[in-house]
């Protein structure tokens, strides 16, 4: 029986398993992980790519208690690489250490065991009877091995002691905390790589820097390829004020809800930096009922406390050297203002004064660290969260201009007291505009009320109804659009400088395909752009921004695009004839919430219809169309079609059945049906893989003509085609990537 | 008499060939019938009737060769009737304009009476 959070013991979990906030998602998965790998298998890995911050400690802890107190076949092993120890032997020999103990610990079903400090002879002692063989061998063989000389194979025989355990005996499932493989580059004993090669043996799980991690281990001679892989981002916004909120519940500090949402925009929601400062309110005893409370805590903690103990490590790291570093800090602080976000290589050997090879290990390690990026050539020092800016610039005052604490701590507090406003203003703002290219990017294809997009339209024929009725009707019209496949959104303003004027959410540039094909000619560019005001939006406002959208698009050479004005309250009557001169489209705050709603609910809809939907697979020929038209014909009984309907739908299954058997060289020879049965309709999809003739769309629709065409084959096709469209209410080629597909709909009030 | 050569059934009532479609009348089906009536126009047949009342389905390309047929019967100066049509397939021959080039019979003996109506208002 399985308990519930509350219940589980705390053995390695830093907080309460109902506290561990906004990485669920990722910790079933490391549980579920850990109970289907199998031993052996190459791939039994799963690699944790990082982002810089985004923490990741605590999930494993979790994942580790949830298993000790699952107490099945799988024994978890936590480690985390010392701090304070960097040579790869100590490392190694830690780590034995604590694989006993923590074995023994599941084992014996001790948790305190887990983390005790013994040493291998009071490990040997503590061994369950049923262990005691394997684990007093392991034991001995480490007591010879650790007075050979061959440091190497001292570390290899410890980090491979999963090995050591009986084939019988559960299987360990090592959780390796966020490695700084850089900590190790000076050994002599290649750590990294002995690391990942002991690892790769048995199910385990390495948590590192994504810049850095896969590296190593395609270094160390893994397919990484063959690892599953959880990619871990700072938290989404909503999680980070939960964590900033349940972080300060457990450690005891008042917190405003103004205060919680300004610390998880400006620590940006990152989880490590979130239990750094709210640790330190707790040690100060404050409480943090203001942005004031909240800004002198972060600048202390910056020039001083956590954060700044873990900034200067880091800046320890990528430069050991004193000089080293501050040069380097000189050259970061100095390319933070806007405008100097790259430089050359060159130019950072110059600036540095170091030798091209020492530059390059500096670059590398930042640009693991995602504080710069850099290709090779050109630097991008526009990067890092705003703490470390924060950081680089005050120590630059300090260290390097040596102007006077002081007077550095009352700037940096005084920044951060006016940027506050600004950061929550900024947040409120992003929370309550209309998500353009979260909306764009869930177009994919799919058919919407064309009233949505044409703002004339829906106030003639949709304003003032109650908001059930307009949905409802909306699902219905039979004036639709189909939506391209978006496949690339971007910000106006990264494409124009001209958009810099306006809010950054404001214009969106999405790259789609329309039409069938991943063509040319079905490639199209939409440019939207949502227009700030309280009224209608007038005349001069929308040739604006139909200029300046179509100047961008003639800029960037977009070829076929299309323009889609948003305004609150929609469009004056002129301004609707100037957007039918533009092609645009137009649609008010409440098309938009209507375009939002219906894209999301298919997709819920298309998630969740797995009850009501049927799939088969048939061969090609033999007349097998007709087990498909049977097929159809019993599941439109059941939804009460009348029986002039059943024959129209078999008909068409059958034409559907022979187009796809025909139009494409398909390699398998099968017809896929889906029958997805909904509220009022019956959706029959059915397609193949293969080739797509050239112009299958054009043929699709041609009209079937006189008896007397010389193409008998191709007035065959256009007669199927023309078959369904007249049989059916709704008929479609949908996009794939091979083959055909074609989606009939059938109503059952037709 | 019955003739199976072809699986397909037919017989000669004077000078009209009366040729059965099958259940499903598709490719398969619709070029045997096709192959029975060249044979019963070359045997010196004036006219077809062919027979729809075991037909429950047909499809496009099916369709498409019995327009093969008309076509085949015009160019011998020979008529055509198709008599028995469900209701559904007499729906998709109209969809696809076969009743502009054939008449439709309630039954054989209808097709019969249109066919000798036809050829004596052609005087023959």
């Given amino acids: 029986m399985s308990s519930s959070p509350e219940q589980l013991r705390r053995i390695l979990g830093r907080v309460k398993r109902a506290e561990f906030v906004g990485r669920t998602a990722e910790l079933e998965r490391l549980v579920s992980h850990a109970s289907h790998a199998e031993a052996g298998r190459e791939a039994a890995g799963l690699l944790i790519l990082l982002a810089p911050l985004a923490g990741v400690s605590e999930l494993l802890r979790q994942s580790y208690d949830e298993l000790f107190n699952a107490q099945g076949d799988v024994v978890p092993i936590y480690f985390s690489l010392p701090a304070n120890e960097t040579t790869a032997v100590s490392a190694a020999i830690e780590f034995l250490n604590a694989f006993l103990a923590q074995y023994i610990a599941f084992r014996r079903n001790e948790p305190s065991i887990a983390q005790a400090s013994l040493t291998m002879n009071d490990l040997v002692q503590l061994a369950p009877v049923v262990d005691l063989d394997w684990i007093e061998e392991l034991v001995n063989a480490y007591n010879k091995q650790r007075f050979s000389e061959d440091e190497r194979e001292l570390v290899r025989f410890c980090l491979n002691a999963a090995r050591r355990v009986p084939a019988a005996n559960p299987r360990p499932y090592v959780l390796f905390d966020a490695v700084k493989f850089a900590n190790y580059d000076t050994e002599r004993v290649p750590f990294a790589n002995e690391l990942i090669k002991a690892l790769a043996g048995s199910p385990f799980v390495l948590a590192g820097l994504r810049r850095e991690i896969v590296r190593e281990v395609e270094q160390a001679g893994v397919d990484s390829g063959k690892l599953e892989k959880v990619r871990l981002e700072p938290l989404a916004e909503a999680d980070a004020r939960k964590l900033v909120a349940s972080v300060a519940r457990r450690e005891g500090v008042a917190i405003s809800d103004e205060c919680r949402d300004l610390i998880a925009q400006q620590l940006e929601a990152s989880p490590f930096l979130i239990n750094a400062l709210l640790q330190a309110a707790r040690e100060k005893h404050l409480a943090l009922n203001s942005y004031f409370d909240c800004e002198r805590l972060y600048v202390d903690e910056l020039l001083g406390g956590r954060l700044h103990h873990y900034f200067t490590s880091l800046l320890e790291q990528v430069a050991p050297d004193a000089v080293d570093r501050r040069a380097l800090i000189r050259l970061l602080s100095e390319s933070l203002p806007a405008g100097q976000r790259t430089s050359s290589f060159v130019a950072w050997a110059k600036r540095l004064n170091l030798e091209p090879a020492h530059v390059e290990e500096i670059l590398r390690r930042l640009h693991i660290q995602e504080i710069v990026n850099w290709d090779g050539e050109s630097v991008d020092t526009q990067r890092g969260s705003h703490a470390w800016r924060d950081f680089v610039r005050s120590r630059f005052r300090l260290d390097a201009l040596r102007e006077p604490r002081a007077l550095v701590v009352a700037d940096l507090m005084s920044a951060a007291l006016k940027r506050a406003p600004q950061t929550i203003a900024r947040h409120y703002r992003r929370i309550a505009s209309l998500p353009l290219r979260d909306v764009l990017q869930k177009f994919n294809h799919q058919r919407v009320a064309g009233a949505l997009f044409d703002h004339a339209v829906f106030a003639a024929d949709y304003k003032g109804a109650p908001a059930e009725e307009v949905a409802a009707r909306l699902e219905i019209d039979p004036q639709t659009v189909k939506l391209p496949q978006v496949f690339h959104t971007a910000h106006g303003v990264a494409f124009s400088a001209e958009l810099k004027q306006f809010d950054e959410e404001s214009c969106v540039v999405a790259h789609a395909f329309d039409g069938t094909g991943y063509t040319s000619e079905n490639e199209i560019v939409w440019l939207a752009a949502k227009i700030d005001s309280k009224l209608e939006a007038g005349v001069d406002v929308v040739e604006a921004w139909c200029n300046r959208l179509e100047n961008l698009a003639k800029r960037s050479g977009f070829l076929r695009v299309q323009l889609w004005l948003i305004a609150n309250e929609g469009f004056s009557a002129g301004a609707t004839e100037k957007l039918r001169e533009h092609n645009a489209y137009a649609s008010s705050r409440a098309q938009f919430e209507l375009l939002t709603a219906q894209l999301s609910d298919s997709v819920i809809k298309s998630s969740a219809a797995t009850d009501s939907e049927f799939v088969f697979i048939l061969p090609m020929g033999a007349d097998n169309e007709l087990l498909a038209a049977a097929t159809a014909e019993q599941i439109a009984r059941r939804l009460n079609f009348r029986p002039e309907a059943i024959n129209q739908i078999k008909t068409a299954t059958v034409e559907a059945c022979i187009n796809a058997s025909e139009h494409s060289l398909s390699p398998d020879r099968k017809i896929y049906q889906r029958f997805r049965v909904e509220d009022d309709k019956l959706v029959i999809t059915i397609s193949s893989r293969g080739i797509l003739p050239e112009n299958f769309e054009a043929k699709a629709g041609a009209s079937a003509g006189a008896k007397k065409t010389a193409d008998v084959l191709d007035q065959r096709r256009g007669w199927g085609l023309k078959l369904i469209k007249t049989l059916m209410d709704e008929v479609e080629f949908e996009r794939v990537d091979e083959g055909t597909s074609l989606r009939m709909v059938k109503y059952v009030r037709s | ?124």
């Fill in chain 2, 1 to 124: 008499m019955a003739d199976f050569k072809s699986n397909v059934r037919s017989h000669i009532v004077g000078t009209t060939a009366i040729v059965y479609a099958s259940d499903y009348l598709n490719k398969l089906t619709g070029e045997r019938i096709e192959r029975e009536c060249k044979k019963q126009l070359d045997s010196g047949a004036r006219a077809l009737v062919i027979d729809f009342s075991d037909t429950e389905l047909v499809n496009s390309i099916g369709i498409s060769i019995l327009l093969g047929i008309i076509d085949i019967a015009e160019k011998s100066g020979a008529l055509v009737v198709f008599s028995d049509v469900n209701n559904e397939t007499a729906q998709l021959f109209e969809m696809l304009g076969l009743t502009r080039h054939v008449v439709l019979a309630k039954d054989e003996e209808e097709a019969l009476t249109t066919l000798s109506a036809s050829t004596k208002a052609m005087g023959h």
